[in-house]
């Protein structure tokens, strides 16, 4: 199940959606939440539509991979969707028992549910098409103006580019020591909640005492490969803006102004 | 003096026992002198010291007494400790544990990122390092993904692209399958023979051990044995006594002379013993 | 017969590009109190053959038996199985948890729903076949240890469900050579009193030719070679072609007698090449 989850995972390629300056990026998927929070009609989504197939297109990524990145979320949409449904008053189309289906609840559901299957797959079209390295360089950039008031952006870089780092190995890890336990008799799948919850301690805690045990030896290895903070240090891969990108951003920023302006029309 | 690489001065490091409220000596007054260009061996069993006495080497531990200077400078400079550290570099036990990037190269680039070397000159010594140990391949690829041999030689390019002239390997192939750490041993020769780097190599293996040009046996943080892998070896009760290994071929030549075969000669390998018989 | 396995295939990853046959047709009969030796390097499928043992791995293919019991039947209760089966994990000192020593031992016959006095006969037993002194150990944390103590405890943990098949992973990977033979000899000894059948999964020629009775060698999923030692190393270029080698003293026994001596050659310990090599030395000095 843990496989399943598309955000965080990178498809590799050298489409023009790839090589975008992940600066770009970024900036563009906020522009895209933020209107997507913001429409509040149908028509606009059009766009928004035309928008992400476009972006799609042009990335490569087979449109399984996208599907397969919601199917995790259909819970979470599924019950938004419903709550909608249920939840709005207005004009009764059908009862079901204590419950009733308005025409305004079916309509408002169906947008809430729409803005957060694009809400996903917007933000999984970033991460699939965008390294976890230039997505944490990214956004070490974007957040370096707010060094100033304390925000510390170097260090949460690093902070992620380690975490994801070793997500792979903590998986493996978690695989390899639940398997120990099932060696011993441990049982992982049966029982209530109470029950299960108190049977992953045998694999919480060896997995926690691991992590401890190397995090403290990777900070050893980074002080002997002069480690010392942000301050006075260079990049393999610099960030470098082009024509291209500049242009990409700027049609898009007018692209989503006009998305934003059709609230007051 | 200026062939010295590393210096160590009747060096001693105490720490506290977390479990009981005592002091524990891991090293006891050592004196060390390793030069420039040596390839030498720390043989010990666990727990004899030679990880302390390697982290001493390049300032990530500093003795509680005595002296250690690298290329000159004492580890307990803490304005040159950078210095100490980018002349000494260091690859540990375990690959997992030692890899920051999710992509090759921008490991093998931490480094000299952190000495703040510009893009161009970063550029060409990460492409060199990997090239050196047989890595550029595997430039673009996860390190997760390798082998723990492919993911130890992703650790010394990693070093190495911080231009070092000393490399201290603690125990780097003991978490390694057969052909990882042939692969890891050979990578290391290579950097001593043909990049010309001084060596020192921490282990409990004593195959490894008889590829060194020195060797210093170490066992409850004194130094017991130091010379030629021949000289260390031939003394197989002494060996065996510090919890150690010896070839079984140097063992065999031992037990025939002691019953009377005369062998006059120090045996490390097959071909050794198939000349003398 | 406690272990037998008839056309069993795994394969990894079906149907997707990452498709990887890690098991192919593997056909196998283990008999009560065999002392076996799993070599193989990396990949070769050793691990999943030990984890469909015990029924971490599900049958997909074939059949398999522990001790009469079909685990690739669907209703076969995987508890039972292992409880027979014990598997050691390479490296198992990263799965301890419990606060104390005892508790961590026990957590495997408690599992299996024994009673308290059972649980701590168990754990003393365990304690002693390890080498750990139950009195002065047995309320200290496992994480005080040091690595190969530690070590200790993660299979006394096993050996305390008292499995009639106890599968070693690498048991000794990492331990330096005293750690080493200390645990070869205590797994030896706890196979000596009999009852058990050992399966010890290890890339370490040396270590299994002092102690197995049979070897087992594996190459891209296959059983490539079974027999006794001394036979499998008669077929050194073979081992070499896949990547594995003989002991040194074996090596150079053959090596030996290549070179014209007639000597017996079936050597594999320094001890017997010793004897080998006076009584041939001696008989040339005679003569």
């Given at each position: 199940m843990?496989?399943?989850?598309?955000?965080?995972?990178?498809?590799?390629?050298?489409?023009?959606i790839?090589?975008?300056?992940?600066?770009?990026?970024?900036?563009i998927?906020?522009?895209?939440?933020?209107?997507?929070?913001?429409?509040?009609?149908?028509?606009?989504?059009?766009?928004i539509?035309?928008?992400?197939l476009?972006a799609?297109?042009?990335s490569?990524?087979?449109?399984?991979?996208?599907?397969?990145?919601?199917?995790?979320?259909?819970?979470?949409?599924?019950?938004?969707?419903?709550?909608?449904?249920?939840?709005?008053?207005?004009?009764v189309?059908?009862?079901?028992?204590?419950l009733s289906?308005?025409?305004?609840?079916?309509?408002?559901a169906?947008?809430?549910?729409?803005r957060l299957?694009?809400?996903?797959?917007?933000?999984?079209l970033?991460?699939?098409?965008?390294?976890p390295?230039?997505?944490?360089?990214?956004?070490?950039?974007?957040?370096?103006?707010?060094?100033?008031?304390?925000?510390?952006s170097?260090?949460?870089?690093m902070?992620?580019?380690?975490?994801?780092?070793?997500i792979?190995?903590?998986?493996?890890?978690?695989?390899?020591?639940?398997?120990?336990q099932?060696?011993?008799?441990?049982?992982?799948?049966?029982?209530?909640?109470?029950?299960?919850?108190?049977?992953?301690v045998p694999?919480?805690?060896?997995?926690?005492?691991?992590a401890?045990?190397?995090?403290?030896?990777?900070?050893?290895a980074?002080?002997?490969?002069?480690?010392?903070?942000g301050?006075?240090?260079?990049?393999l891969?610099?960030?470098?803006?082009?024509?291209?990108d500049?242009?990409?951003?700027?049609?898009?920023?007018?692209?989503?102004?006009?998305?934003?302006?059709t609230?007051?029309i | 003096?200026?062939?010295?690489?590393?210096?160590?001065?009747?060096?001693?490091?105490?720490?506290?026992?977390?479990?009981?409220?005592?002091?524990l000596?891991?090293?006891?007054k050592v004196?060390?002198?390793?030069?420039?260009?040596?390839?030498?061996?720390?043989?010990?069993?666990?727990?004899s010291?030679?990880?302390t006495?390697a982290?001493?080497?390049?300032?990530?531990?500093?003795?509680t007494?005595?002296d250690?200077?690298?290329?000159?400078?004492?580890?307990?400079?803490e304005?040159?400790?950078?210095?100490?550290?980018?002349?000494?570099?260091?690859?540990?036990?375990?690959?997992?544990?030692?890899?920051?990037a999710t992509?090759?190269e921008?490991?093998?680039?931490f480094g000299?990122?952190?000495?703040?070397?510009?893009q161009?000159?970063?550029?060409?010594?990460?492409?060199d390092?990997?090239?050196i140990?047989?890595?550029?391949?595997y430039k673009?690829?996860?390190?997760?993904?390798l082998?723990?041999?492919?993911?130890?030689?992703?650790?010394?390019?990693?070093?190495?692209?911080?231009?070092p002239?000393?490399?201290i390997?603690?125990?780097?192939?003991?978490?390694?399958?057969?052909?990882?750490?042939?692969e890891?041993l050979?990578?290391?020769?290579?950097?001593?023979?043909?990049?010309g780097?001084?060596?020192i190599?921490?282990?409990?293996y004593?195959?490894?051990?008889?590829?060194?040009?020195?060797v210093?046996?170490?066992?409850?943080?004194?130094i017991?044995?130091?010379?030629?892998?021949?000289?260390?070896?031939?003394?197989?009760?002494?060996?065996?006594?510090?919890?150690?290994?010896?070839?079984?071929?140097?063992?065999?030549?031992?037990?025939?002379?002691?019953?009377?075969?005369?062998i006059?000669?120090?045996?490390?390998?097959?071909?050794?013993?198939?000349?003398?018989? | 017969?406690?272990?037998k396995?008839?056309?069993?295939?795994y394969?990894?990853?079906?149907?997707?590009?990452?498709?990887?046959?890690?098991?192919?047709?593997?056909?196998?009969?283990?008999?009560?109190?065999?002392?076996?030796?799993?070599?193989?390097?990396?990949?070769?499928?050793?691990s999943?053959?030990v984890q469909?043992?015990n029924?971490?791995?599900?049958v997909?293919?074939?059949?398999?038996y522990?001790?009469?019991?079909?685990i690739?039947?669907k209703?076969?209760?995987?508890?039972?199985?292992?409880?027979?089966?014990?598997?050691?994990?390479?490296?198992?000192?990263?799965?301890?948890?419990?606060e104390?020593?005892y508790?961590?031992?026990?957590?495997?016959?408690?599992n299996?729903?024994?009673?308290e006095?059972e649980?701590?006969?168990?754990v003393?037993e365990?304690?002693?076949?390890?080498?750990?002194?139950?009195?002065?150990?047995?309320?200290?944390s496992?994480?005080?240890?040091?690595?190969?103590?530690?070590?200790r405890?993660?299979?006394?943990?096993?050996?305390?469900?008292?499995?009639?098949v106890?599968?070693?992973d690498?048991?000794?990977?990492g331990?330096d050579?005293n750690g080493?033979?200390?645990i070869?000899?205590e797994?030896?000894?706890?196979?000596?009193?009999?009852g058990?059948?050992?399966?010890?999964?290890?890339?370490?020629?040396?270590?299994?030719?002092?102690i197995?009775?049979r070897i087992?060698?594996?190459?891209?999923?296959?059983?490539?070679m079974?027999?006794?030692?001394?036979d499998?190393?008669k077929?050194?270029?073979?081992?070499?072609?896949?990547?594995?080698?003989?002991?040194?003293?074996?090596?150079?026994?053959?090596?030996?007698?290549?070179?014209?001596?007639?000597?017996?050659?079936?050597?594999?310990?320094?001890?017997?090449?010793?004897e080998e090599?006076?009584?041939?030395?001696?008989?040339?000095?005679?003569?």
């Amino acid at each position: 199940m843990l496989k399943d989850i598309t955000i965080g995972q990178y498809f590799p390629g050298e489409t023009i959606i790839h090589r975008l300056d992940p600066r770009i990026k970024i900036s563009i998927i906020v522009m895209f939440i933020t209107s997507l929070f913001f429409v509040n009609r149908f028509f606009p989504y059009i766009f928004i539509v035309a928008f992400i197939l476009i972006a799609i297109s042009l990335s490569k990524v087979p449109i399984k991979f996208i599907i397969k990145g919601l199917r995790p979320l259909m819970f979470i949409i599924l019950i938004t969707f419903l709550i909608n449904v249920f939840m709005t008053k207005g004009e009764v189309i059908f009862t079901l028992g204590p419950l009733s289906v308005t025409k305004e609840g079916l309509s408002q559901a169906t947008f809430m549910a729409l803005r957060l299957v694009f809400l996903v797959t917007g933000t999984s079209l970033l991460t699939l098409t965008t390294s976890p390295i230039s997505l944490t360089d990214g956004i070490e950039e974007l957040l370096k103006p707010f060094k100033r008031i304390g925000l510390p952006s170097h260090e949460l870089a690093m902070m992620m580019t380690i975490a994801l780092r070793f997500i792979p190995t903590l998986l493996e890890e978690t695989d390899k020591i639940m398997k120990a336990q099932m060696a011993r008799g441990a049982d992982f799948e049966s029982g209530n909640i109470i029950k299960r919850a108190k049977n992953l301690v045998p694999l919480l805690v060896p997995l926690f005492v691991n992590a401890f045990r190397r995090a403290d030896e990777l900070a050893i290895a980074m002080e002997a490969r002069c480690y010392r903070g942000g301050e006075g240090r260079t990049r393999l891969n610099e960030l470098k803006l082009d024509k291209k990108d500049i242009g990409i951003f700027a049609s898009m920023a007018l692209f989503f102004l006009f998305i934003l302006s059709t609230r007051f029309i | 003096m200026n062939d010295i690489m590393i210096e160590m001065k009747d060096v001693v490091f105490e720490y506290k026992s977390y479990i009981e409220d005592e002091i524990l000596v891991a090293v006891n007054k050592v004196n060390l002198t390793v030069k420039k260009g040596e390839f030498l061996v720390i043989l010990g069993h666990n727990g004899s010291g030679k990880s302390t006495l390697a982290k001493m080497m390049n300032g990530l531990l500093i003795p509680t007494d005595g002296d250690v200077n690298v290329m000159g400078i004492n580890t307990k400079d803490e304005e040159k400790i950078w210095d100490i550290r980018q002349k000494a570099g260091m690859v540990f036990q375990n690959p997992d544990n030692q890899i920051v990037a999710t992509i090759v190269e921008e490991d093998v680039a931490f480094g000299p990122e952190n000495q703040g070397i510009p893009q161009d000159e970063i550029r060409k010594r990460v492409d060199d390092a990997l090239e050196i140990v047989e890595m550029s391949a595997y430039k673009k690829h996860a390190p997760h993904l390798l082998s723990g041999g492919q993911k130890q030689r992703v650790a010394i390019a990693g070093i190495l692209a911080m231009n070092p002239d000393c490399i201290i390997f603690d125990e780097p192939t003991s978490m390694l399958d057969p052909s990882g750490r042939t692969e890891v041993l050979q990578t290391i020769k290579k950097l001593n023979q043909e990049q010309g780097k001084t060596i020192i190599l921490i282990t409990h293996y004593m195959d490894e051990a008889v590829q060194g040009e020195r060797v210093v046996v170490m066992s409850k943080g004194e130094i017991k044995l130091e010379g030629s892998p021949k000289g260390v070896f031939k003394k197989v009760d002494k060996i065996k006594e510090l919890g150690l290994d010896v070839p079984q071929v140097t063992e065999l030549a031992y037990e025939l002379q002691k019953s009377g075969i005369n062998i006059n000669e120090d045996i490390l390998t097959i071909e050794e013993l198939l000349n003398v018989l | 017969m406690i272990i037998k396995i008839d056309n069993l295939n795994y394969v990894y990853n079906a149907n997707t590009p990452f498709e990887k046959k890690a098991l192919d047709n593997i056909n196998l009969e283990v008999e009560k109190g065999e002392f076996i030796g799993l070599i193989g390097h990396t990949g070769s499928g050793k691990s999943t053959l030990v984890q469909h043992l015990n029924g971490l791995i599900r049958v997909q293919s074939g059949s398999l038996y522990i001790d009469g019991f079909d685990i690739s039947k669907k209703e076969t209760k995987l508890k039972k199985i292992r409880q027979k089966v014990g598997l050691v994990f390479q490296y198992p000192e990263y799965q301890l948890f419990e606060e104390t020593i005892y508790k961590d031992i026990a957590f495997g016959p408690r599992n299996l729903g024994l009673n308290e006095d059972e649980i701590k006969a168990r754990v003393i037993e365990a304690m002693d076949i390890v080498g750990l002194d139950y009195e002065t150990l047995k309320e200290r944390s496992p994480f005080e240890l040091s690595g190969g103590q530690k070590r200790r405890v993660a299979i006394a943990g096993v050996v305390a469900m008292k499995p009639k098949v106890l599968v070693l992973d690498e048991p000794t990977a990492g331990l330096d050579p005293n750690g080493r033979d200390e645990i070869l000899a205590e797994v030896f000894d706890l196979f000596k009193k009999g009852g058990i059948t050992v399966v010890l999964v290890s890339h370490n020629m040396e270590d299994i030719a002092k102690i197995v009775s049979r070897i087992l060698v594996m190459d891209k999923g296959k059983i490539v070679m079974d027999g006794l030692p001394r036979d499998i190393f008669k077929r050194r270029q073979e081992l070499e072609d896949i990547g594995l080698g003989i002991p040194q003293i074996t090596k150079f026994m053959q090596e030996y007698k290549a070179r014209g001596h007639d000597i017996n050659s079936d050597i594999l310990t320094v001890e017997e090449a010793k004897e080998e090599l006076i009584r041939y030395l001696r008989g040339n000095e005679n003569a």
